[in-house]
Each structure stands twice: as C-alpha cells, then as structure tokens.
C-alpha cells in the first residue's frame, strides 16, 4: 500500500487516457485514495477539491502553461503538497531543474507501468533524501525527500 487511507491526489494532465491511466493505476496501488483530476493550470488553480490534495501527479505541458513556469505555479498554489512530475521529456537537466524548483520527483513518460508504480512508492513515502537527490537510471526516474 502507497501511504495512509486518507491519501489525496491530484492528476494534471491535458490527455485524458494518461489521466485516466494513472487513476487506474494509483486505484490498483491505494484503493482508500481520493483521486482528483485537472486538465489546465487553470482548472486546477480554480478546483477547490484539488486544492485539498497531498501529492500532486505533474504534465508540465499544459494548454494553458508550459515548463518550469507550470511547476512554479502549482507550488505558489500549493506549497506543501508534494509535487511528482510525469513528463513526455525524457531530458536530466529538465529532470534536475524540477527537483530544483521543489518536485520531489520526476517520471519520465516513457518509463513502464512497474517504474511508475516504483515512482509512486517512493513518493509516497516521502521520498529519498534529499541530500541524496540521485537519478535512478535502472528504474528510470529521479527523486527525493
């Protein structure tokens, strides 16, 4: 099991099939969770169910937003939650400008479902330290606490 029974997540993405696809598979990982989902900054800004989330699953490319300036806004509007980016850029200086900024990891999307759900883990259990921020290249993401 991922975390507590009160877990709340919240899905950013502007595809609903990868959306939904992680739903399904935070669902398979933590039943008990509450899972909210968003498909712009601005929906999510204006989402008052959202707004109450602990872990917020990242795109950085929005309609509305793109890059490090998505990431920085969704931490303004949520500074304690923590902030895993799932990205279509498989790219370690993205990767290290994220963690930089305050995600406490970032998935690559091209990474397989059992990567994911090892990424999921991790986050959910606060991560790794962060003095020990590290790219796991044999699970295929980078994290930290």
Not at 49 to 73: F, M
């Amino acid at each position: 099991m991922l975390s507590t029974p009160s877990a709340r997540f919240l899905v950013v993405d502007d595809h609903a099939l990868l959306r939904e696809g992680v739903v399904a598979t935070l669902g398979r990982v933590q039943p008990e969770a509450h899972v909210c989902q968003t498909e712009s900054l601005q929906a999510t800004l204006h989402d008052a169910d959202a707004a109450t989330c602990d872990t917020i699953i990242l795109d950085l490319t929005l309609p509305d937003s793109q890059g490090l300036a998505t990431l920085q806004a969704i931490r303004s509007w949520s500074p304690k939650a923590r902030i895993a980016i799932v990205s279509a850029h498989n790219d370690l200086d993205l990767a290290l400008a994220c963690i930089r900024e305050g995600a406490c990891a970032f998935v690559p999307k091209q990474g397989s479902l059992v990567q994911f759900q090892q990424a999921l883990s991790v986050i959910a259990q606060g991560g790794l330290d962060r003095k020990s921020t590290r790219l796991n290249s044999s699970h295929g993401y980078i994290s930290y606490a």
